[in-house]
């Protein structure tokens, strides 16, 4: 499974629909996808939401990205994301 930030800016439209009937879909939604909302954040500033997700790979993140955006009205910025412990492996000397 890959890690994901998918960061959020709410619409006025998506706004109207805040609920926890729409953030358990987005949760189902995402589990079609094969993955898992692991946690989610609401912010202040340039992003008003933050989740992190694991999905099986870049196609699913795409999926679910497009997919959450159609039924909620929030735009997406999604980015891969790895622990920095295998990023220093990756990079490090």
Do not use: C, H, N, W
């Amino acid at each position: 499974m890959a890690t994901f930030l998918m960061m959020g800016r709410y619409s006025t439209e998506a706004l109207k629909g805040i609920s926890a009937d729409r953030t358990q879909k987005a949760t189902e939604l995402v589990k079609k996808q094969g993955g898992e909302i692991k946690s989610m954040f609401a912010l202040l500033g340039e992003f008003d939401l933050a989740l992190v997700v694991e999905l099986p790979g870049v196609q699913e993140a795409m999926k679910a990205s497009v997919a959450l955006s159609a039924m909620t009205g929030i735009g997406f910025r999604t980015l891969p994301a790895i622990p920095v412990k295998d990023f220093d492996k990756i990079a490090g000397k």
